[in-house]
């Protein structure tokens, strides 16, 4: 079964920038997976921010970070990032990452296409 781990959180203030991570567990290989990157705040239901294929590297965002979010992927180091700038404090929520090997179109950002999940990391924006 497929083990995703995000790393990159952490507290930055308003205006800043964090890199997330999505890396597959050893043994692992992300190259025939769309990865979702979501997130969610305290009280408030999952979110999708973004979407990378495993093809092509189409990809799409929600439209509360399009513009200041970027997704990309390396596969030669099997791993999926999120670029943030330009944080807001109501970016502040856990973030998730998840695997799947198909995605019906047009629900590129719906957590319910996604089977594999990672731990989640705590991004907050404060000042």
């Known amino acids: 079964q497929l083990q995703l781990v995000e790393s990159g959180g952490g507290l930055v203030q308003p205006g800043g920038s964090l890199r997330l991570s999505c890396a597959a567990a050893s043994g692992f290989t992300l190259d025939y997976y769309a990865i979702g990157w979501f997130r969610q705040a305290p009280g408030k239901e999952r979110e999708g921010v973004s979407y990378i294929s495993s093809s092509d590297g189409t990809t799409y965002y929600a439209d509360s970070v399009k513009g200041r979010f970027t997704t990309s992927r390396d596969n030669a180091k099997n791993t999926v990032y999120l670029q943030m700038n330009s944080l807001k404090p109501e970016d502040t929520a856990v973030y998730y990452c998840?695997?799947?090997?198909?995605?019906?179109?047009?629900?590129?950002?719906?957590?319910?296409?996604?089977?594999?999940w990672g731990q989640g990391t705590q991004v907050t924006v404060s000042s």
């Open positions: 998840a695997a799947s090997g198909i995605i019906r179109v047009g629900a590129e950002l719906s957590s319910k296409e996604y089977i594999y």
